[in-house]
């Protein structure tokens, strides 16, 4: 009965989808070593961004115009009668938005270093011009009614989320003035949009027209150092914007996509247009300046602005890639040990449980190979390294155990199409469920079409006659 059940066709099938299981084990350990490794080159990003600079956004530049609001509150007795008033006043803030900006920039990529990943960084030369339409002192808004409005000084506020990638001190021309910014101004209450913000008061010939309702006309040349992404917050009646890099993989996102976009291989060219009709981040920022003088701490929803952003994305993330290609391993390893067992089955051989087993092993230790020389080479050669090495051995080990270099030959090479296909799925990112269905329908088409005509019940029989031992060998 034992014989009969070593020799069956069915149970060594059967013993082969064990097999496969219990290769999931491997696969699993190597699938949670590539999320180790991608969560690290995580942590280096944010160690980079504590101690040089991270993501930017940029908001500005606007005037904001400090004001105190008086009135006479009405004191009541206990009946409701009014028995005299009360003085009251509250500091306010106008903030004055460009009625048209422009930003024209340009994008230098470099990379920096944190062991052995490598963090994309970039550095911003901008222009940013535009006007601000004339003041109108009438204009500004008052919560009570019959109050006075006592103005302050203005400032030109410019929010920057990390001041350390200041690129030197930006310089400002304001209405034909040159104004200085200062980290922050004595008595500016803190803002959860402006905070982390330059500011710059008033002075000369723009403050003289500022109070005197004239337009003012503004040019600012800006240089800044962020980490892979740049956001820049729509707050002009009418902003447009022009950036351009040699990077040559670009990822725009945010609320608004580029109008205008051109990606090639020397890198990007891509234009923005946003009218204050279909954004709110005017509200957006209002609202973060009265909710901090009011000093309600800001929610968690209102620390995010609506923007346009441009991120300079890794080409290939080879953590990645790692994982959608371990997503496959257990389909190779079941297409291998399939392979094997033909061989095994038709040309009459016998294999063992622990050839089958080191034949998976082989197969689940590519993707950690993989994994390793990805680290330290391009991904393409890594994977080239990886999958050479996985098809020398197997062909060399099976040279020997079919009995002969032909079929360890014949038998690399289909590993190595099936490597071959496994790159064009990694490949072809968009097309990997078409291309791997396809792959798997192929692979099993072969196989029904090679045993169409087999008679697997005569096979099992003629493999345990071949297997069996002989009259003279029991009798002896």
């Known amino acids: 009965m034992l014989q009969m059940i070593r020799n069956s066709v069915l149970a060594k099938v059967g013993g082969l989808l064990l097999l496969a299981v219990l290769l999931c084990i491997p696969l699993a350990q190597i699938d949670s070593l590539t999320h180790e490794r991608g969560r690290s080159q995580q942590e280096a990003a944010q160690e980079l961004a504590s101690t040089y600079a991270g993501a930017q956004t940029l908001v500005g530049p606007l005037v904001v115009q400090p004001y105190v609001e008086r ?12 028995v005299g008033h009360e003085a009251r006043s509250k500091e306010m803030a106008h903030l004055v938005f460009p009625d048209r900006m422009h930003i024209e920039g340009r994008l230098a990529p470099q990379e920096r270093y944190r062991g052995i990943f490598r963090i994309p960084f970039y550095t911003l030369d901008a222009t940013l011009d535009g006007g601000f339409a004339a003041f109108d002192a009438a204009g500004v808004p008052r919560s009570e009614k019959g109050s006075t409005v006592e103005l302050g000084a203005p400032y030109v506020a410019l929010h920057v989320s990390d001041l350390r990638g200041l690129d030197g001190s930006p310089a400002l021309q304001l209405g034909g003035e040159a104004l200085r910014f200062q980290q922050r101004l004595p008595g500016l209450a803190d803002d959860a949009r402006l905070a982390n913000g330059i500011h710059a008061p008033l002075t000369g010939a723009a403050l003289e027209a500022w109070q005197s309702g004239k337009p003012l006309p503004f040019a600012l040349k800006l240089g800044l150092v962020g980490q892979e992404r740049l956001a820049m917050v729509p707050i002009g009646e009418d902003t447009t914007a022009h950036l351009a890099s040699p990077w040559a993989h670009p990822s725009f996102g945010g609320r608004f996509l580029a109008s205008e976009r051109s990606v090639t291989a020397q890198g990007f ?4 247009r946003v009218a204050s009709l279909v954004t709110t981040a ?31 994305a890794q080409p290939l993330n080879v953590y990645a890639m790692s994982t959608r290609a371990s997503k496959y391993g257990l389909l190779f390893i079941g297409l291998v040990l399939m392979a094997a067992f033909m061989f095994e089955l038709f040309r009459k051989l016998r294999l063992h449980p622990v050839q089958y087993g080191l034949v998976g092993l082989s197969i689940a230790l590519f993707f950690l190979l993989l994994l390793a020389l990805s680290e330290k080479v391009a991904f393409w050669i890594a994977y080239a390294g990886a999958a050479g090495a996985s098809v020398l051995l197997l062909a060399v080990y099976f040279s020997a155990v079919l009995g002969g ?27 990997a469920l078409l291309l791997g269905a396809l792959l798997i329908f192929g692979m099993l088409a072969v196989l029904m079409l090679a045993t169409r005509k087999v008679d697997w019940y005569a096979l099992g029989g003629a493999r345990a006659a071949a297997f069996a031992p002989s009259a003279a060998g029991v009798q002896a």
């Open 71 to 82: 009135w006479m509150e009405p004191l009541r007795d206990a009946q409701g009668r009014v």
């Open 269 to 272: 060219d891509a234009r923005w």
């Open 282 to 312: 005017r509200e957006q920022v209002r609202e973060g300046m009265r909710g901090a003088r009011d000093g309600r701490p800001p929610q968690a929803g209102e620390l995010s602005l609506q923007s346009f952003d441009v991120s300079l």
């Open 405 to 431: 270099w032909r079929r360890g030959a014949s038998f690399g090479a289909f590993v190595a199409l099936l490597y071959g296909a496994l790159y064009g799925l990694l490949a072809s990112e968009s097309n």
